[in-house]
């Protein structure tokens, strides 16, 4: 394979819109641009949580999860690209299943934070749950496969069972919701 990307800047976005992979081009904040942003953010938030070392099982999966999101990103960025695959989505909720089964049940909400890596798995949620109502959005007007909003509703759930795991592992406390604190 040849340089992909040997020239950075190319100044064709300079107007305002931007290039998707079948060559149309389109306006820099239209819906499925916007949708593949927020995957490309939540695969960064993605890499700061696994640069603060997280448990072992939590790390192999996210590592996984990082390539699946440059597929589902790749899939929005070339309309009629199939790349996410119900596969894909199981191995998340078999994922899910193993690791919840570690925890205790909850009978509260709980709040983002309780440990540092914990907290940055909390802000990966929060992405990727904006990364799922952008794609329900994009989906208004354009083709957009229910696999992709499938895939970002169970990496969410995955994801604060993580954080919950992380927590304890780091000797964190989860802070659970109280509706009567002022």
């Excluded at 499925?32 to 072992?56: F, K, M, W």
């Amino acid at each position: 394979m040849g340089h992909r990307l040997s020239k950075i800047y190319t100044r064709t976005g300079d107007d305002g819109t931007t290039g998707l992979g079948d060559g149309t081009r389109v306006r820099k904040d239209a819906p499925r641009v916007q949708a593949y942003g927020d995957v490309d953010e939540l695969n960064s938030v993605i890499g700061i949580v696994l640069a603060h070392q997280p448990l072992q099982a939590i790390r192999s999966a996210l590592q996984t999860i990082q390539h699946h999101l440059f597929d589902l990103g790749g899939e929005l960025s070339v309309p009629g690209m199939t790349l996410i695959q119900n596969t894909d989505i199981h191995w998340l909720e078999e994922t899910l299943d193993t690791l919840n089964a570690e925890l205790p049940m909850l009978k509260e909400f709980v709040l983002p934070g309780g440990s540092p890596t914990a907290a940055f798995l909390h802000q990966a949620r929060t992405v990727c749950r904006r990364a799922e109502r952008q794609c329900i959005q994009a989906g208004q007007s354009e083709s957009i496969r229910p696999e992709t909003i499938r895939y970002l509703n169970r990496l969410s759930d995955l994801l604060f069972v993580m954080a919950r795991l992380q927590c304890r592992h780091e000797q964190g406390r989860e802070i659970l919701w109280n509706k009567r604190h002022r």
